[in-house]
């Protein structure tokens, strides 16, 4: 469960500010790769990113001070799908100037060698995945010019922080105009590089263009990282149970009460399927009578979903969600599968539809109260909203 509740308030009208902590390079075969150490100043937010080769794992990373977890925000693929590029937040502002290490563990596909990069984030209100006000992706690119796009533009007061992970060493690329080289750098064995970026605000485009070519293969990603103070608003967990969905469906796991009026920063939700081939998606209607009712407000496309977890997914445009009023959390898919049961009092009763061509949302329609087997339908989903 990621939940914004530790989150201590920053030095009022003070942007996010990262700074470079350390970036260690590995070539060994292994399941965890540590950083060397550094310290951080009390209340930072800890920022990781990770380009690891030879490896499909979920991945996790751990503090040596254990002062805080994280959560995996997003993950992209170089290499033709062999190699891994992660970025993780803390769940915790760092509570003291102690020396640390970071972690990165990729148990059960042990990984040929990896880059862990720490990058340390002043004058944030949020934590986890609520601290990233948008992200963007690019995924097994040929050789050229990294240009991820964020879905709308970035707020000027947003730090942003990048990487890029490609098969030359070191990755010898230049920043996006505007932004600071934290660390450029890599192994041989594989040949592996990684650059990684960051600006403190002033960035309001979309695309983030990166200053030169890559010479091979790669993948980046991009975080926009906000002041507000960002809440978590559904259903949280914990798991309860699965309930298999029906191919090309869309299920309403859970409804959104917000206590002020908020805009909408991403959807997260839990699956518990292993197809290695699901794709889900992620929209949001008003409600009628406790059913959704009318036009998504906004939704996601397609997002790849192999592997049983968590996944977090920008959401943009869906306008100001009202005070006191109930938004349903829309699931689609594409194969089938479990996604996380979670009976709550919040819960959009049992509302679903089939026959939906994936990844679209229906306007309207008569959504069902119950599957086949008599059983609502509840999932753990909810929303990371602006308030």
Not at 192 to 205: A, D, K, L, R, W
């Amino acid at each position: 469960m990621f939940v914004n509740s530790n989150a201590s308030a920053a030095a009022p009208g003070a942007n996010p500010t990262a700074t470079f902590a350390i970036s260690t390079t590995s070539t060994s075969n292994a399941s965890s790769y540590a950083t060397g150490s550094f310290s951080p100043a009390s209340g930072d937010l800890l920022v990781v990113t990770v380009v690891a080769t030879g490896t499909v794992a979920a991945g996790t990373v751990t503090d040596s001070t254990s002062e805080e977890t994280f959560s995996k925000v997003t993950s992209t693929l170089k290499n033709s799908g062999a190699d891994t590029i992660y970025l993780f937040v803390g769940n915790a502002k760092t509570s003291s100037t102690t020396s640390r290490t970071i972690t990165f563990d990729c148990t059960g596909d042990a990984a040929t060698g990896a880059v862990v990069t720490v990058t340390r984030v002043a004058n944030m209100n949020s934590v986890g995945v609520g601290a990233v006000a948008q992200f963007a992706v690019e995924t097994n690119q040929a050789a050229g010019t990294p240009a991820p796009v964020f879905g709308t533009s970035v707020n000027t007061n947003d730090a942003v922080i990048g990487v890029v992970g490609n098969a030359t060493n070191p990755a010898t690329l230049t920043a996006p105009a505007g932004f600071t080289e934290d660390s450029d750098n890599g192994y041989a064995t594989p040949t592996t590089g990684q650059e990684s970026v960051h600006i403190n605000g002033g960035f309001t485009g979309t695309t983030v263009t990166w200053g030169s070519s890559s010479a091979s293969a790669f993948g980046d990603i991009v975080a926009a990282m906000t002041h507000d103070t960002v809440v978590a608003c559904g259903n949280t967990g914990p798991q309860t149970g699965t309930l298999g969905l029906d191919p090309n469906s869309v299920v309403g796991p859970s409804a959104c009460v917000p206590a002020a009026n908020s805009t909408v920063r991403s959807c997260v939700t839990i699956t518990g399927f292993d197809s290695g081939s699901l794709h889900i998606s992620c929209g949001v209607y008003a409600t009628s009578a406790g059913l959704p009712t009318g036009s998504p407000l906004c939704n996601s496309g397609s997002v790849a979903a192999p592997t049983a977890g968590t996944y977090v997914i920008p959401l943009t445009g869906c306008g100001t969600l009202s005070s006191g009023s109930t938004y349903a959390i829309i699931i689609g898919n594409d194969v089938g599968g479990d996604l996380a049961v979670q009976a709550s009092s919040s819960a959009v009763h049992g509302a679903f539809q089939l026959s939906i061509t994936f990844p679209t949302f229906p306007t309207g329609g008569t959504w069902s109260t119950e599957d086949g087997a008599g059983s609502a339908q509840f999932a753990v989903a909810y929303l990371n909203i602006a308030q």
